[in-house]
């Protein structure tokens, strides 16, 4: 059976070698074909190198003082049954303590003899603690490691320290966690009846654990040799903050690995010690061997180092601190923890250095004192008796005393000294945490100014803001993807899964000279992906889904404030064109007229690269790949494109058939030598492949451009792809001091990258956005090859990059808060903040930040802007509204316009209950809202139009089987008065020449029935 075993072993371990070579080449082909390759060897540089040195030291640390106590503890021996005290008996005393001295000597002391009952409860003890790490390192390594090498691995954030506490009562309910459970008490069972055993997998598999944990952060360690200052230091030790964002996040990995190694081997070593081969069988434990004593007093040499550096970090954590008033470190934390840090930590070496000079010699040189010999005093053959070995002894004395300074104290201090004047004693740290907060999230940066709607509004406003009113949008994305699931998917297998806003230049009209004047339309964008799994299943073959249905086709525009006169969306760009169509075989997609033809370059947009594309295909095959629909026929289409691996016919066939585990690969005869295969074509996990240290937007959006813009030739006369993915991509850290993060995972964010995907070829360039970011500094030095700056972006995809809304909402989120800058009114929260809520499908949920056209007061001319409004906590009236700018010069700015907090600026819920409450637009809503048929009401959007706001909100009107929303009525709102009307323009007619009433149009005054209005049963009948 041996050969057969070593023949078994043999083979398995050339199975794992091939299949990791597989790995590693398939990266490395990937990474070349998308000009990335500097950056995959720099990583894999990098954590090889973590990997052999972690996993090196710690196996032969933790493997070292497990062989060293199997030396030196007690050989299995026979119990003397005549001898009262078997343990101190001189017939095994010479090779139980390892020493031919004799044992009036003080090296041959010995501890006393434990009883069995005390070696249990310890032995079951140190095995639970055994239990907690096993817990403690699982839960890390599923949070960092990802065993398939096709998904990006995600660069994790600091790790937190182990609680053995907060660990158990994170497994309650026991019955949730079973498996928890039953290795905390099968553990400790285990070690106690197969210690060597045990222990010695333990030892491997720690060393493992770290080897997987430590290299997951090669890009925090390969920053802390590129750091770049921030110019800012910390108010409390005077550094600056790039050693908080560098160098310590190293320090605490440092302590990590060291805490897990020292804890285990102390641990492990006492285990050996305590159940060597006689302890159970005899009954008891015989005691420590002065060998024995002393390799433990090296361990808790060790061990002490480790909690000296702990304890010196921690002094820096205080600055993390959420136990005050404020996140950072408060009065109490500098007064009592800082200190008491400190002294742990020099303490703590002080009992380092006395365990290694014990463990080195052999003697305590403080506790160790000569007696002078009394007259006639004889010597006694016996060794004196130590009661509790001075190694526990110490430890003990140091865990009371880090316990009673950093936990007992400062809760004293804060209850005694803080609380009765804590405004006066946490003032100066309230400061640095409302500084350090604005700063780390860019929020003091923010342009304020006064915003006091006191004009009314009226026509000749509403005609110097005609862009801003042509661009209202009517149309959510919700409703509007609904309709184009219902209209424009065409086939089952198409889908639209999401919708983008943005603006294009268009022509408004084109005179007889063929001359127009553009202006900027914002529009809703959505790329029509092909969903595979929408096939039906009698279709969804190995061929069909690798090598046929291989990309998606085209787009739809809408216009966000039109609608035909059936309440559907209007379209810019539509459809793909029926069979019958003469020019259907050169431009599929559909525009609505010449001027959208002039105007949008729709190309051939082909979708090889989105979000909806997790599957991987093979082009230039034998078997032709489905293009796009014509009538009852199909079209099909040869990829030419510059994207993916050419695999051929030969061993890189072999070798991804490996790599993405399909022997299919193998079997087909389709492949040619020109054969590609396109993977990672999901934007998200492309991008997150190739940086997986920056954090990226949610919200990836679709543009329409021309990157190779010829002056010679229209948008209609575009070949090739036009269609692009744009992706905010951010800089963040969880170390900057004092800052408080809130709910989010870090407490430092900068929109440092934008990242451009095209859609057809799957490129992708990193275009460096905010280069006074300290952090993309740092990275710009680690990886020169990848990235560029914004000018190097063509000039038709940086016109559409925009002010990101994740970005957007974290910085509202902070603002809600950190609008206050004064001491005592931040300390009392007097002018705490809250995003209103408002009404959709019957739910109640807070207003999202929205993209407008807008003229911003003071400003000369329109431009996109993302706008987010704000009340006060528990109030619903207005309070100020926050605007990012998305346009030239001035992207990334930051405006927040504040209302005077003496008057009442109508909320979007007053309105919004206004509307709800009136008794005659709720009865025709009521009237819509019957069996078979459902209102929407749409999102309430607060638009400033010069001194005055406009409140617009769309009603739609949805069937409850077969949902196909259509926009029914617009609900418009000043400060005077409600107009529910079949349109916008109508809707503002009635506002503002009342007397002159629209058919099917309701107004109503604010604060009642508008004066002249006549009770008319036909302005409530519902349009046919």
């Known amino acids: 059976m041996k050969p057969v075993f070593q023949s078994l072993v043999i083979l398995a371990g050339v199975v794992f070698s091939l299949d990791l070579l597989?790995?590693?080449?398939?990266?490395?082909?990937?990474?070349?074909?998308?000009?990335?390759?500097?950056?995959?060897?720099?990583?894999l540089q990098t954590q090889g190198v973590i990997w052999l040195i972690v996993a090196g030291v710690s196996l032969l640390v933790c493997w070292g003082n497990l062989s060293l106590a199997e030396r030196l503890k007690h050989p299995a021996k026979p119990r003397d049954y005549l001898s009262l005290q078997p343990t101190l008996d001189q017939k095994i005393s010479p090779q139980t303590f390892r020493d031919d001295k004799p044992n009036l000597s003080r090296k041959g002391q010995q501890t006393p003899a434990i009883s069995l009952g005390i070696v249990l409860l310890i032995g079951v003890s140190l095995g639970a603690f055994l239990g907690l790490l096993i817990l403690y390192y699982s839960r890390l390594i599923q949070e960092r490691w990802q065993p398939d090498w096709t998904v990006p691995s995600i660069s994790p954030q600091s790790i937190e320290r182990l609680n053995p506490f907060q660990l158990l009562l994170g497994l309650q309910?026991?019955?949730?966690?079973?498996?928890?459970w039953g290795v905390l008490i099968l553990v400790p069972l285990l070690v106690l009846w197969f210690p060597r055993a045990v222990l010695r997998s333990l030892a491997m598999g720690l060393s493992v654990t770290f080897a997987l944990i430590l290299p997951a952060h090669w890009s925090q360690i390969l920053k802390a040799f590129y750091p770049v200052d921030f110019e800012i230091t910390d108010p409390l030790f005077d550094l600056d903050i790039s050693f908080y964002i560098y160098q310590f996040p190293i320090w605490e990995l440092i302590e990590f690995w060291m805490f897990g190694l020292a804890s285990f081997c102390f641990v492990a070593v006492t285990l050996i010690y305590l159940l060597c081969e006689n302890t159970l069988s005899n009954g008891e434990f015989p005691g420590f061997s002065h060998a024995q004593q002393r390799h433990l007093q090296g361990m808790g040499s060790a061990l002490m180092g480790v909690l000296a550096l702990s304890n010196g970090l921690q002094r820096y954590g205080l600055l993390y601190s959420e136990d005050g008033v404020a996140y950072g470190a408060s009065y109490a934390d500098v007064t009592t923890k800082l200190p008491a840090y400190t002294a742990l930590s020099w303490l703590a070496i002080a009992i380092s250095v006395?365990?290694?000079?014990?463990?080195?010699?052999?003697?305590?040189?403080?506790?160790?004192?000569?007696?002078?010999?009394?007259?006639?005093?004889?010597?006694r053959h016996h060794a004196p008796k130590i009661l509790i070995p001075p190694l526990y002894l110490i430890l003990s004395g140091y865990a009371i005393a880090a316990l009673v300074s950093t936990r007992a104290l400062p809760e004293l201090v804060q209850r005694t000294l803080v609380q009765p004047n804590e405004p006066a004693r946490e003032a100066p740290y309230l400061d640095h945490n409302i500084a350090f907060t604005r700063r780390s999230f860019d929020l003091d940066t923010i342009e304020v100014k006064s915003f006091n709607p006191t004009a009314t509004l009226d026509e000749a406003a509403i005609a110097a803001n005609d862009l801003t009113i042509r661009n209202i949008r009517l149309w959510d994305t919700r409703p509007l993807l609904e309709t184009n699931r219902q209209l424009q998917q065409i086939r089952l297998y198409y889908r639209f899964l999401n919708a983008d806003i943005d603006r294009y230049s268009i022509p408004r009209e084109i005179n007889a000279d063929g001359v127009a004047e553009e202006e900027t339309r914002q529009v809703i964008l959505a790329a029509r992906e092909l969903d595979f799994d929408s096939v039906p299943d009698r279709a969804q073959t190995w061929i069909n889904k690798h090598l046929v249905y291989t990309h998606g086709y085209g787009f739809t525009m809408s216009p966000v404030n039109t609608a035909t006169p059936n309440g559907l969306p209007e379209y810019f760009v539509r459809g793909i064109a029926r069979g019958d169509d003469e020019d259907a075989i050169e431009t599929p997609i559909e525009a609505t007229d010449e001027r959208i033809r002039q105007s949008i370059p729709i190309g051939t947009p082909r979708i090889y690269y989105g979000e909806l594309t997790n599957n991987y295909v093979m082009t230039n095959t034998g078997v032709q790949e489905f293009d796009y629909p014509q009538g009852e026929e199909n079209v099909y289409n040869i990829y030419d494109g510059e994207g993916g691996v050419t695999i051929g016919r030969g061993w890189r066939r072999w070798l991804y058939a490996i790599y993405l585990r399909d022997w299919r690969m193998l079997l087909t005869d389709d492949f040619r030598p020109e054969t590609k295969l396109l993977f990672r074509r999901n934007i998200d996990r492309r991008v997150r492949s190739i940086a997986p240290f920056l954090r990226y937007d949610n919200d990836p959006y679709l543009v329409i451009a021309d990157t190779n813009p010829d002056s010679s030739q229209t948008a209609a006369d575009v070949e090739g792809n036009t269609l692009y993915w744009i992706l905010d991509a951010y800089t963040t850290s969880d170390r900057y001091p004092y800052a408080d993060?809130?709910?989010?995972?870090?407490?430092?964010?900068?929109?440092?990258?934008?990242?451009?995907?095209?859609?057809?070829?799957g490129s992708v360039q990193f275009y460096i956005a905010d280069a006074r970011d300290p952090i993309i500094q740092s990275y710009q030095q680690i990886f020169p090859d990848l990235f560029q700056p914004l000018s190097a972006m063509p000039d038709s995809l940086r016109r559409h990059i925009r002010y990101p809304i994740d970005l957007f909402e974290v910085q509202s989120e902070r603002l809600l808060t950190y609008n206050m800058t004064d001491t005592l009114v931040f300390y009392n929260r007097e002018d705490q903040w809250e995003v209103p809520t408002e009404t959709y499908r019957d739910q109640q949920q807070t207003i999202e930040p929205y993209y407008l056209i807008m003229k911003l007061p003071e400003e000369t001319s329109e431009e996109f802007i993302l706008l987010h409004p704000f009340t006060p906590r528990g109030r619903a009236n207005l309070i100020a509204w926050l605007a990012g700018r998305s346009d030239g010069e001035n992207y990334g700015r930051l405006l927040l316009y504040q209302f005077p907090k003496q008057e009442l600026i109508y909320g979007p819920g007053q309105i919004e209950a206004r509307i709800n409450q009136d008794p005659l637009i709720s009865q025709q809503l009521s009237l819509w809202n019957r069996q078979g048929s459902r209102v929407i009401q749409g999102n309430l959007l607060v638009i400033p139009i010069d001194e005055s706001l406009l409140y617009v909100e769309p009603v739609y009107l949805e069937a409850e089987q077969n949902a196909l929303p259509t926009l029914v009525r617009v609900i418009v709102a000043d400060d005077d008065q409600i107009v529910m009307a079949p349109n916008l323009d109508r809707a503002l007619d009635a506002i503002f020449e009342p007397e002159r009433l629209p058919d099917r149009s309701i107004i109503r005054s604010i604060e009642g029935l508008f004066p002249g209005f006549a009770d008319d049963q036909g302005d409530l009948a519902p349009l046919p």
Do not use: C
């Open 173 to 180: 309910p026991m019955t949730d966690y079973p498996f928890a």
């Open 22 to 43: 597989a790995q590693l080449q398939g990266e490395v082909l990937w990474f070349t074909s998308v000009g990335y390759f500097s950056v995959l060897l720099t990583r």
């Open 354 to 379: 006395l365990l290694l000079w014990e463990a080195l010699s052999g003697s305590y040189p403080i506790l160790s004192r000569r007696r002078t010999p009394r007259p006639f005093h004889h010597k």
């Open 741 to 761: 993060p809130g709910e989010h995972p870090f407490n430092y964010i900068r929109n440092s990258v934008k990242v451009v995907i095209d859609a057809y070829s």
